[in-house]
């Protein structure tokens, strides 16, 4: 990875939130780059750290209570981590611009659109009002709002929740940023709704070539938008890859969960949803090995005791699960709701062995 | 239990609601459908499309404008008093928020003890409990948990204890309004599975109601598509989805994002539906969906079209059909 220079490039990065309850680990130890015209899907369930990770590259989370540990965030050749909060207005909204889930509470629900997207351009960059209202305008025509001088005057609370979600979409493009985070951006919308933006983000990414960071749990808008994808659980990757190598060779069993938990839309099948059973551990004390443990049927005895590091699996494929370490056997992903075969003979030889702990 | 026989059959079911100044919001307007019994039929549409509406009108939290509503052969659009009570204890609702559902101020001993005790089940306190505990042991959860309060339990929990309150009072029919939207994925699996199992153990016949066409489609057996205040379509699950003859059900379809990335690239460069659902409020005489569907013809604009069968068990309400065939 160090061959080349990627856009954003995060490397080993701890968040802990200091609570009066004791200290939350939101982000334990997460490495991931973007390079620009790619879209990485960042994919879990919610409290897994998903939010916190990108929060943390934009630096929005007040601090305290969250705190970087460790780990560094690296962006045209510094590491923002070092950054002041008045050093990072520079980059936030003008090199990284966020979408995030809730548009009705992201805008400003007392301001006219178009002043609250003309004062964003003012901040960073010395042009007239008249010069920002003229962009704005056109980049709200761009997203697809027909009348955007009508939008321009009006107040978020008018918009419906597409239109509303389309005005983050043009704000957030206002100064060409070369990152886009986009937090559940279509989460709160419907199918319908939620294909047009999707197809919005895909259009603009082509014109611009800037890099989209998408934080999901719906994995059909993963397939529909993602270059590459990383898997996340209780705050770490657990697995990272090209979105079809974690599709149709997913190597770690939380993936498998979340693929087999879906519905398949094409063919209705008659077997039962994978569900995975229990929830997610609790990040005041996460456990000492592998997170995922408590919840695995795979689960052995060096899973509780030491957490596994990123195994390779192939060329920028990696997961972190003992079953990839070579004395684990072979093991594939079972066609979803036969989870039984799952286990190869060899994997149970070495199961009964180790004593592994069967849930 | 014979196939044939439906359990609830809806005739042009009518609700409105005034919203001032002489507008009259048309939020379900003549909906018919049956639900044979212990099947699932879906419920499906964007958000306000009526369907919620629909739900709540079924088990009377609405009163109906228009139309009938039978329920095992008894007209309930209109009971009253003791008859109501009976038809609550019957039909059952899970609701789609699992923090706003449930009571903060009681104990989900009490949450579930209540049904029972408006319905007179189980003498006295003690038993009652005792089926509570039964209760929450048959929805994964343990009877240690009867003594805590709602806010101690997480999303997945919560809706467990709701569907534990609906079970409680032993009812025919459970209207699940987005009963699991608001879960993670692998959590929406669990609480699906479980439906799925208490339908074939004890017989029940859901309305399932939600916007993620893929659960629905796990989950049903038929599926109607609403589209303000109307259904568009209504049919068994493998002509719906696999032949759906409604220009907005194809559009619908078309937009829900697969789980499958060679399938989505293959669909990236197909259309979509354009354009946002307009308003229920005084609509025109014609089609509802003439403001995006890329069929449209003036007469669509002129006349609302009528249900017509398109297929064995397979209705849809279109014009462009109607020529067609």
Redesign the interface.
Known sequence: MTDRKHLLNVENLHVSFDTYAGEVKAVRGVNFYVDGGETLAIVGESGCGKSVTIQTVMRLNPEPPARIKEGRVEYGGEDLTKKTDREMRAYRGKEFAMIFQDAMTSLNPVSRIGKQMVEAICIHEKVTKEEAKSRVIQMLGKVGLSNPETVFRRYPHTLSGGQRQRVMIAMALCCHPSILLADEPTTALDVTTQAQILRLMKDIQKDTGCAIILITHNLGVVARMADRVAVMYAGQMVEKGSLRDVFYHPRHPYTWGLLGSMPDMQERTDTRLASIPGSPPDLFAPPKGCAFAARCRYCMEVCLEHNPGETPVSEGHCARCWLLDERAGNLVKPPVGRDEELVTPAMRDYIKKGGGADV | MSEKTDLLVVENLKKYFSVGRGKVLHAVDNVSFTVPRGTTLGLVG??GCGKTTVGRTLVRLYEPDGGKILFDGQDISGVRGREKRELTRRMQMVYQDPYASLNPFFTVGEIITEGLEIHGIGAGKKERMEIAYGLLEKVGLHREHANRFPHEF?G?QRQRVGLARSLAVNPDFIVCDEAISAL???????I??ML?DFQESMGLTYLFIA?D???V??ISDRTAVMYLGTVVEVGD??EV?DHPAHPYTQ??L????????D??QER?RQN???G??SSPVNPGPGCRFCSRCPHVTERCRQEMPALRPVGTGHLAACHALEQGG
Do not use: T, W
């Open positions: 964007e958000s997480s997945g993670d994925v692998s959590v929406q699996a669990q699906v599975n799925c916007h066409l893929s659960m489609r796990y699950n493998r989805y559009g619908l078309q937009a829900v994002p697969v789980a499958d990335p399938y989505e990236s979509i539906m354009l946002e659902v």
